[in-house]
């Protein structure tokens, strides 16, 4: 067993293991075509795809799971619910935005591009929420 699980660099004080499923290439081209590691994207457009799809998977739980499940208002509840949800959620990207980066550089890793991803996760989010709504409506 310990040859396939082995300090990173052959190093054993780096305190990062390296296993088959982690440094498989396979695994390091699906984790590279994750929006918040996929080159040549802004942080607004990171931030909008994360939030489309979080926003479009977050009203099932409030519709099936909640207090007004049972009524002709579970869709709407459930988009309302879901949109209030991502408000919280962008609150507290942007307060760790604030607290963990300067206003250093343009990328990701500023206080500028933080914000940036923060607030094309609201809109994503509202709009995958929407988005969403609409299919459980009308359909």
């Known amino acids: 067993m310990s040859e396939y699980i082995k300090p990173y660099n052959n190093d054993p004080f780096v305190g990062h293991l390296a296993t088959p499923v982690n440094s498989s290439s396979l695994t390091r081209g699906y984790l590279s075509q994750l929006p918040i590691y ?21 009203i099932g739980p409030f519709v099936q799971l909640g207090p007004l499940r049972n009524t002709e208002m579970k869709y709407l ?14 609150l507290g990207m942007l307060l760790y935005g604030y607290v963990s980066f300067s206003n250093d550089s343009q990328d990701i890793e500023s206080l500028e591009g933080w914000r940036q991803l923060a607030s094309g996760f609201l809109l994503g989010a509202v709009g995958g929420a929407g988005f969403a709504y609409l299919l459980l409506t009308l359909i």
């Open 77 to 90: 509840a459930g988009l309302l619910s879901a949109v209030g949800l991502v408000v919280v959620l962008t």
């Open 38 to 58: 996929r080159r040549g994207l802004s942080p607004f457009l990171r931030g909008l795809e994360i939030g489309m799809a979080h926003g479009y998977f977050l």
